[in-house]
Structures are given as structure tokens and as C-alpha cells.
């Protein structure tokens, strides 16, 4: 069944991050479907019942506070996030979770001990164009798929241990680093969950473009087939060229284990692309193993940075096992710099630059002109204004 979606009704939903590339005109019917959803195909739903999720990331990055009642506009996507949910796509229109704040919708498989139960919400209709044809975000998806460019950006991969070891953050300072060093930059999510959060911190230290896979056409990466990922990936490498980028810094999610990140690591494609990588992690064993691992696989590693490096006696343990440790405030000083700019590309195993220093900028004065963990932690409770135009929500 097709009914009129009047504008009104579109206007006064809570917009979610991951719908931000559809025109809320093209937003003109609702379509009561019978089967399985869709992943990207964006729902009409109704707040029923709040858990863990009480506010949406808008497209402009503010996170609005919801209700029991409210009408929502978010995607229909799977989630894979240890620290979180595992949640699937439902095999109807029935009653499911919204397992992300930036807009997913699916119904929860497990979940972190420490998580509440997710809000739950009642989908009223797939969101239709004035046709009646659902509208999913593949087809609102940047152009640029197919061959890498001819002329693409030196890539850098930022890869971690696991959720939260400090991937963004420290693809952030090498953003942070490359501009101050007077280049052009992409920062690049590759995949994840949709959510604007980590886009807004690079573009924060400096991205001159900021993209996501929410720009190729996903709402989620996880479950989605890895061609698909593989190709999405380089159309917003190809996207950072036609941007005249100089540098792509990608950050991977989830961890080294997580198939979806150790198949797309493996792609000869995204190596081939690839000039170096800058891995994250918690502890100095993670440090090691992940640092071992990304040279096997023929990735020319820069240095080993992430939440271990809050330790010193965590970065004191990583450095005597023969990891190259850089803190964050010796990346955006730009001491990877020289690494990144020697023309070297694809070449396996430690990168030939300066020593990881034991010290370096941490205990210089110009700290204070730095970014640090807690300062990137406090930005991300942060609203932002609501009045952004809607050009403001994509990033490209």
C-alpha cells in the first residue's frame, strides 16, 4: 500500500545522520511492503520505547532528544559493534531496535554486558519517491566507482585492535600532521556504522574533505558483500582525487579479527593503493600482534599509536617489542610526515624515518597547541546549532 507522505509530516520527523545525502523532496510517499527491508532503505518510524538510544544524530550533527511518540527517519542497515549491539535486519516491517543514535534500524541479536536494552521503535512505512519506489541510499551514492583513479592520493590506512582503541582519533592527528605540513587531505571512514561523529573530528583537525561510507551508498558496512565494500571504498578514494587531494587518510573499523576489516585489509585493490598505515591499540600486546600481522600481510607500517599510548609504561612495553610508537602529539606535529612524503608506496614492514621518540612533543611546550584524548571526548558530548543549511550535511 502507497500512501501520501505530506511535507509536513517529513519536515517535523527526527532526521537521522545516515539519511543526509536525500533530499527531504524526494521524500513524497509511504509504502507499507510486505518481505524483508532493504539494507539502506530509509523508514518512517514511531519512538515506542526508550533504552540506550534517547537521542538522534541529526544530519548536521545534533543530537536531538526523543520521545516515546516520535516520528523518526532513519535506514534500515545491520550493526557489528563489540562494545555494543550485534543487530540484523528484520525480516519485515515489524516492530525492531534503532541500535545506532545515527540512524539504524534492526533488530538486536546480543549485546555488550554493560548495555541497556535499545530503543525500541514501530516502523510505519518504507519512505517512497513520488513513484512509490523506496528510496535507498545506493542510489543517492557519490559518483566515482570502478578503476582507482589515474592519479590517486597517497593513501595512509589507519587500522586498530578493536572498537575504541583509538582509530579516528589517531587518524585525526595524521590529518592534523599532513595539513600543517601545507598538504591537501581526505579523511576517509571506510566502514562502520553510520554517525557523523568521527567525520566531525577529522574535519575539526583539519580534513579538507571528509567522506564516508554513507557517501558510497551504505548505512552499515557489516553484512554487506565485500565487492560492495571493496568497490566503495575506492569510489571515495577516487572522490578525494577529483578533489585534488594530495593524501587519503583511511581509517578501517573494528578490529584486525572482525571479517569484514580482515578481508578488506587482504584486498590486493586497497594495498596496492596504499602508501603506509598507522595502527591503534589498546595494550602493548594488541600493539605487537597488530603490528606483526599488518606487516604479513605486506602493509608498510608507520607507527603504532591508540589509547595504549595514554600509558607510558604501555608504550615503554610496545617499544621494547619492536613497535614503532608514536603519541598523537608527535603525529600532529608532523613526525610521520618525512615517512609519508618519500615516495614509497606498498613497501612492507617498518617505515625507514626518524626514531619513535620516548618523549617528543608530550613534553615540549607546544602540547598546548595540541589535540589530546580528553579534548576529543569532550567535543563528541557537544550539540551542534540546527539551523545548518542542508548543503552543510555533505561533506564531499
Known amino acids: 500500500m502507497v500512501t501520501k507522505l505530506r511535507r509536513r509530516r517529513v519536515a517535523n520527523a527526527k532526521r537521522a545522520f545516515t539519511t543526509r545525502r536525500v533530499p527531504a523532496r524526494h521524500m513524497q510517499t509511504l509504502v507499507r511492503a510486505n518481505g524483508k527491508p532493504a539494507a539502506g532503505n530509509l523508514v518512517l518510524a514511531s519512538v515506542c520505547e526508550l533504552g540506550k538510544h534517547r537521542r538522534i544524530e541529526m544530519p548536521n550533527g545534533r543530537r536531538a532528544l526523543i520521545l516515546p511518540g516520535d516520528e523518526i527517519i532513519v535506514c534500515y542497515g545491520n550493526r557489528y559493534a563489540p562494545d555494543q549491539y550485534e543487530a540484523l535486519i528484520g525480516d519485515d516491517l515489524g516492530c525492531c531496535d534503532l541500535v545506532a543514535s545515527g540512524g539504524i534500524a534492526a533488530c538486536e541479536i546480543n549485546r555488550h554486558e554493560r548495555m541497556l536494552a535499545p530503543t525500541k521503535i514501530t516502523p510505519l512505512g518504507l519512505i517512497g519517491d513520488d513513484q512509490g519506489r523506496p528510496l535507498n541510499l545506493l542510489n543517492y551514492r557519490i559518483a566515482g566507482e570502478g578503476s582507482p583513479a589515474a592519479t590517486p592520493p597517497r593513501v595512509i ?21 599532513l595539513v600543517a605540513s601545507g598538504l591537501r587531505v581526505a579523511g576517509i571512514k571506510a566502514t562502520g556504522t553510520g554517525s557523523g ?132 602529539f608527535d603525529i600532529q606535529a608532523g613526525a610521520l610526515v618525512p615517512m609519508m612524503t618519500d615516495g614509497a608506496r606498498g613497501a612492507p614492514g617498518h617505515a625507514q624515518g626518524p626514531a619513535a621518540p620516548a618523549a617528543a612533543v608530550a613534553g615540549s611546550g607546544g602540547q598546548r597547541d595540541l589535540i589530546r584524548f580528553r579534548d576529543v571526548e569532550d567535543a563528541h558530548a557537544l550539540d551542534f546549532p540546527d539551523d545548518l543549511e542542508e548543503s552543510a550535511c555533505n561533506f564531499g
Open 157 to 177: 590506512v589507519v587500522a586498530g585492535t578493536a572498537m575504541n582503541s583509538g582509530k579516528t582519533f589517531t587518524a585525526a592527528s595524521v590529518v592534523r600532521g
Open 197 to 328: 561523529a568521527d567525520l566531525w573530528k577529522m574535519k575539526d583537525l583539519g580534513a579538507d574533505v571528509v567522506l564516508d561510507f554513507t557517501d558510497a551508498g551504505f548505512a552499515s558496512t557489516y553484512k554487506a558483500p565485500d565487492h560492495e565494500v571493496e568497490a566503495g571504498v575506492v569510489s571515495l578514494i577516487n572522490h578525494a582525487a577529483e578533489r585534488r587531494c594530495d593524501f587519503a587518510v583511511v581509517e578501517i573499523a573494528d578490529g584486525l579479527q572482525h571479517t569484514e576489516t580482515a578481508t578488506l585489509l587482504r584486498s590486493s585493490v586497497l594495498k596496492k593503493l596504499t602508501s603506509g598505515c598507522v595502527f591503534a591499540a589498546f595494550d602493548s600486546i594488541g600493539a605487537r600482534a597488530g603490528y606483526r600481522e599488518l606487516c604479513h600481510l605486506g602493509y608498510r607500517v608507520l607507527a603504532v599509536s591508540g589509547q595504549l599510548t595514554r600509558s607510558p609504561l604501555a608504550m615503554r612495553e610496545a617499544r621494547a617489542s619492536g613497535c614503532p610508537v608514536y603519541t598523537p
